[in-house]
């Protein structure tokens, strides 16, 4: 989370990956560079944004009360 700058979301599997940076960009105020997504064995979709450097992730990772 520090060093790349980076939070990972489980998100609905058929949202695209322009859907989910909107959303989180609304959601949590913040700017997202970019978007990597993934399904997992268990058939869930794991979303990791890239922050900008405005916005550390452990700050928003505090303010959602995840630390």
């Not at 060093?3 to 979301?9: A, D, G």
């Not at 993934?38 to 890239?50: E, M, Q």
């Amino acid at each position: 989370m520090q060093t790349e700058n980076k939070l990972t979301f489980i998100v609905d599997r058929k949202a695209t990956k322009e859907e989910v940076k909107k959303a989180l960009e609304e959601l949590l105020n913040v700017k997202i560079e970019k978007i990597n997504s993934l399904i997992t064995h268990s058939g869930h979709k794991k979303v990791y944004a890239k922050l900008s450097k405005e916005n550390p992730a452990i700050d928003v990772a505090t303010k959602l009360g995840f630390m």
